[in-house]
């Protein structure tokens, strides 16, 4: 079979200050119809970026050189002109973006975006598009298949809005999708629900695919090869099978190595005042809806960190944004210091606010692209402290060190940055207020293991240094036995299981803990097929058992 797309000593450059660094080193990569090819590295190796160049695109300050080849199904896309380069995106080659939520339009409904590419492109009328929207919305099991799409962006779950995205890109049926961490934002439930739709319908379609991750483990469910990169250099490459059995280089065995860092047990004895407290508190988004928090009652005491897991939409969030003054509840209390604290904002005193600080999920959208880190970092420490300009530049000098970047960090801008740079930049604005409480939302969820860990050691190294305590909002159950006190599982904005790391972890479990643990990707190639196939068995047993139930049940009334 011949070569779907065949890259031949690919270089990029990026271009600063008529300065030029070679980013991508000479890669060289092939795809057949309906292979999937998964890279994999640390951030800043280079894996979005040859994504995009699949597609005969680079970021702003970057060139694709001349001399690099990309051929798709025999067409040179690096003599193209732009007008076919754009007819071949979204049509032939789609893209599907790591953050759902900065590439969708928040003006415009999801059917709209959906329908969007196959009405310009000529390929279906609107009525078509739509139908098929709602087929592929249902195949990705997105709730109210029929009608989500006539939602906006803001008003689904991350994991829903990066499905829809998915949906999107197979919009023209195109013969390669570039998966660009596609799983990253979705809780380990959604995550298998996905990730058996991608497996699902890229079958059916004989789609071919570059899925670029940073989860080893999920990468081994889907990709028949592995690139391994760092630095923008092909490291390893080889079958899932040959990586996982018999990686030849020591990088590839690190990134299969499992985490090894985890918090102590903290002695008896500390104080068990809680700093801040949450009874019974209950939200929505609009009257007369139904509640997405339920009763909410939380404790949490000085220097600790909480998890609080569960799926996209159980409520996470939401119960992050109360705490914070970004919504209002519809009764309840939340406490810091055994003072209530205004639910709006607004209301709240400048103390009650430095207080209380906030690091994003997505520093993509939490970072102002426009401005540079020393303005980032230095505004909280005007707004609090009423820092003039040369106290200001010292102590940002001071954050970037504490979140082990280099003071040169100083003058660039976020898009600058890699993932796990940007992610310490949000760690360091927090830090500026110097908080007593600090929301971590998702704060790892898009970094690759090792910069994920070393994010973990940052935060833990910290809160030893300066007695700051985490609310540690995540999906990764992984992340939460690495850095956790206490755990909370939370589950349709309701808390079904508390209580330390130790016990909770260990069985009995509730159901639905029970459900989370199971569904962790575990470093086997057939482990996703294996665990699909034993929910389908058990979920036939049970439908079996309830037909039963119900023969019983007639049986017995008709004796009667």
């Known amino acids: 079979m011949s070569d779907l797309l065949k890259i031949t000593n690919l270089k990029i450059e990026a271009v600063r200050e008529n300065q030029t660094k070679e980013i991508i080193k000479g890669i060289d990569l092939t795809l057949k119809r309906g292979e999937v090819l998964g890279l994999i590295g640390e951030s800043g190796a280079g894996k979005s970026t040859i994504g995009l160049a699949a597609m005969g695109y680079c970021r702003s300050g970057c060139r694709i050189v001349p001399s690099s080849s990309i051929i798709f199904d025999g067409f040179e896309i690096m003599t193209a002109t732009l007008a076919e380069k754009q007819k071949l995106r979204g049509t032939k080659i789609a893209y599907v973006a790591q953050s759902a939520a900065a590439a969708f339009n928040p003006a415009h409904k999801l059917i709209r975006q959906y329908t969007e590419g196959p009405i310009r492109h000529?390929?279906?009328?609107y009525t078509e598009a739509k139908k098929e929207a709602q087929e592929l919305y249902k195949k990705l099991l997105l709730p109210d298949p029929?009608?989500?799409g006539y939602r906006y962006p803001h008003q689904v779950s991350g994991g829903q809005l990066q499905r829809a995205m998915v949906a999107m890109a197979m919009a023209c049926k195109p013969d390669i999708i570039v998966f660009d961490e596609p799983t990253t934002a979705l809780d380990v439930t959604t995550q298998i629900e996905v990730l058996a739709a991608i497996k699902k319908v890229t079958r059916e379609l004989n789609t071919a695919a570059l899925y670029i991750t940073h989860d080893l483990a999920v990468v081994m469910q889907l990709a028949d090869r592995i690139m391994v990169l760092r630095h923008g250099s092909l490291v390893e490459e080889g079958t899932s099978k040959q990586l996982l059995e018999a990686p030849q280089e020591e990088y590839t065995r690190?990134?299969?190595?499992?985490r090894t860092f985890q918090k102590q047990v903290q002695e008896p004895g500390e104080d068990k005042t809680p700093i801040l407290e949450v009874q019974n508190l209950t939200a929505s988004y609009r009257k007369n809806t139904p509640d997405v928090l339920k009763d909410i009652n939380l404790k949490i005491t000085r220097g600790k960190t909480i998890?609080?897991?569960?799926?996209?939409?159980?409520?996470?969030t939401t119960l992050a944004r109360a705490i914070i003054g970004l919504m209002n509840p519809k009764k309840g209390k939340i406490l810091y210091r055994g003072k209530e604290l205004p639910y709006a904002l607004k209301r709240r005193t400048k103390d009650e606010l430095r207080h209380l600080q906030m690091i994003y999920q997505l520093p993509d959208i939490a970072l102002n692209p426009r401005q540079r880190i020393q303005r980032i970092l230095g505004r909280p420490l005007e707004f609090y402290f009423d820092?003039?300009?040369s106290q200001r530049k010292k102590r940002v000098k001071e954050l970037l060190d504490m979140v082990e970047l280099p003071a040169k960090f100083i003058n660039r801008f976020p898009p600058e940055l890699s993932g796990g740079e940007k992610q310490r930049i949000c760690i360091a604005r927090a830090l500026a207020?110097?908080?007593e409480i600090i929301i971590c939302d998702e704060v790892t969820s898009a970094l690759d293991q090792l910069v994920a860990e070393e994010v973990l050691k940052l935060l833990q190294n910290l809160q030893d240094e300066l007695k700051v305590t985490y609310l540690f909002i995540t999906h990764d159950l992984a992340t939460v036995k690495a850095i956790a006190d206490e755990i909370v599982v939370m589950l349709l904005g309701s808390i079904v299981e508390q209580g330390p790391r130790e016990i909770v972890f260990n069985p009995p479990h509730h159901e639905y803990t029970e459900l989370l643990l199971s569904s962790v990707?575990?470093?086997?190639?057939d482990w996703l097929d294996k665990l699909l196939k034993s929910r389908k068995e058990k979920e036939m047993e049970n439908d079996k058992g309830k037909r039963n139930h119900d023969i019983e049940s007639c049986l017995a009334v008709n004796e009667t």
């Not at 000529?122 to 009328?125: H, L, P």
């Not at 998890?307 to 996470?316: F, L, M, N």
């Not at 990707?521 to 190639?525: F, G």
């Open 122 to 125: 000529g390929i279906k009328s």
């Open 307 to 316: 998890a609080i897991v569960g799926e996209s939409g159980s409520g996470k």
């Open 521 to 525: 990707p575990e470093m086997k190639i």
């Open 387 to 389: 820092m003039k300009r």
């Open 254 to 258: 690190d990134l299969l190595s499992v």
């Open 433 to 435: 207020a110097k908080p």
């Open 146 to 148: 029929d009608n989500i």
